[in-house]
């Protein structure tokens, strides 16, 4: 947010910092901690997306104990009432009256968009492409899938397999899919949930500089990105992706 108030007001980052009483290296820090908070916030929702599936009803006591094994494959440890005031704060507790799921945390400081797909009828290839990110297990611990599918012909564009959830492994495949591009004088728009990836600088940049329309879902729910979710579905059950073996670069060239 502070970057976004220098920019727009010409503001220097030294100057800010001066202003509070405060340097440019934890500035930096701060920065850094929120980009990481935000990154395990989508690991946990995703987990928990997974596991109401399955179980619509289960409630958070009984998550936090299914979460514990899987979360620290991620590196990643969760105590109850951090997952109680997660899932309080994006709508996720279980109630009597209100159930429902969100998997992509939206609560950060960049931008989200506003979805344009509810409007567009998708009648040629390079019209929309869609972009998800998937978890694929490798032995004992997991590694992250970044896809851009052409909606019309389903075609993957752009595909990124890294350690991390970090936003590059999107960018790589973002790159990979205007290297593809055939018609690049045509419109083109670019669905997405509102992670935090999808919402970073590098990433918006990249899709303005090719003049690309940014489109995401209202609440990051996935069946507002239905064709993403569905190709997901189909490279880990029809290609076995679900049960991965071997090394990372094994994984890589399959």
């Known amino acids: 947010m502070t ?20 340097s440019r290296n934890a500035w ?9 908070d935000v990154l395990i916030r989508d690991i946990v929702l995703q987990e928990v997306y997974t596991i109401r599936t399955e179980l619509p009803g289960v409630g ?32 996720l507790l ?19 968009y506003d979805n344009l797909m509810a409007f ?14 998937t978890y694929l297990r490798l032995n004992n611990s997991f590694v992250y899938l970044s896809l851009i599918t052409d909606a019309y012909s389903r075609q993957i564009m752009g595909y990124h397999l890294q350690n991390d ?24 728009m670019h669905h997405s949930d509102r992670g935090s990836q999808y919402c970073s600088k590098a990433y918006v940049d990249e899709l303005n500089g090719e003049t690309i329309a940014i489109s995401m879902t209202k609440n990051g729910d ?26 990372f670069e094994q994984l890589k060239i399959n």
């Open 165 to 188: 959830l970090s936003a590059e492994g999107c960018l790589r495949a973002l790159r990979m899919a205007i290297a593809k591009r055939k018609t690049p004088k045509l419109t083109l």
């Open 222 to 247: 996935p069946y507002e990105n239905a064709i993403a979710e569905r190709v997901n579905g189909i490279l880990k059950t029809e290609f076995d992706l679900e049960r991965s073996t071997g090394t």
């Open 3 to 22: 970057q976004l108030i220098s920019e727009e007001q010409g503001i220097s980052i030294k100057t800010l910092c001066s202003l509070f009483g405060k």
């Open 28 to 36: 930096y820090e701060s920065r850094i901690r929120i980009e990481k």
């Open 120 to 133: 567009e009828q998708i009648t040629r290839p390079e019209q929309v492409w869609v972009s998800d990110i």
């Open 60 to 91: 958070t006591r009984k998550l936090h104990f299914m979460l514990k094994d899987i979360l620290s494959q991620h590196g990643i440890s969760a105590g109850r009432d951090y997952l109680f005031d997660l899932l309080a704060a994006t709508g």
């Open 94 to 112: 279980v109630t009597r009256r209100r159930r429902r799921v969100i998997t992509t945390d939206s609560n950060h400081w960049m931008r989200r």
